[in-house]
C-alpha cells in the first residue's frame, strides 16, 4: 500500500513565500514522475509543476519563474517552492507520485493567498 502525505499549506500574505511537500511511504520500488496540481471549487484539476527522476521539471506558465519543484529521492520527497504568491494561486494544491508504475495521490493541502 502506497500513500502520499502532503504538509506544508496554509495562509499567506499576497508576495509571500510557501513551501509545501508530499512524502511517499509503504512499498515501494521506484518512483518516476512527480508532482504538484492545484484545484479551485468549479474547475478543472490542473497541472502545476512536474519533475521526473532525472529531476527534468516543467510548469504551468502561470507559476513559472515564481515556483520551484525538487525532489529528495532518498526520502521519496517532492517539494514545491511558491513565491512572490498571488490570490489566484489560492487553491487545495494535490500531490501525485508515479509510484511502482501506477499513479497514486495524496489528500490535498490548502493553500490561501490572502491579506
Known amino acids: 500500500q502506497v500513500q502520499l502525505v502532503e504538509s506544508g499549506g496554509g495562509l499567506v500574505q499576497p508576495g509571500g513565500s510557501l513551501t509545501i511537500s508530499c512524502a511517499a511511504s509503504?512499498?515501494?520500488?521506484?518512483?518516476?514522475?512527480m508532482g504538484w496540481y492545484r484545484q479551485t471549487p468549479g474547475k478543472e484539476r490542473e497541472l502545476v509543476a512536474a519533475?521526473?527522476?532525472?529531476?527534468?521539471?516543467n510548469y504551468a506558465d502561470s507559476v513559472k519563474g515564481r515556483f520551484t519543484i525538487s525532489r529528495d529521492n532518498a526520502k521519496n520527497t517532492v517539494f514545491l517552492q511558491m513565491n512572490s504568491l498571488k490570490p489566484e494561486d489560492t487553491a487545495v494544491y494535490y500531490c501525485y507520485a508515479n509510484v511502482n508504475y501506477m499513479d497514486h495521490w495524496g489528500q490535498g493541502t490548502q493553500v490561501t493567498v490572502s491579506s
Open positions: 509503504g512499498t515501494i520500488f521506484s518512483i518516476a514522475n
Open positions: 519533475i521526473s527522476s532525472r529531476v527534468s521539471s
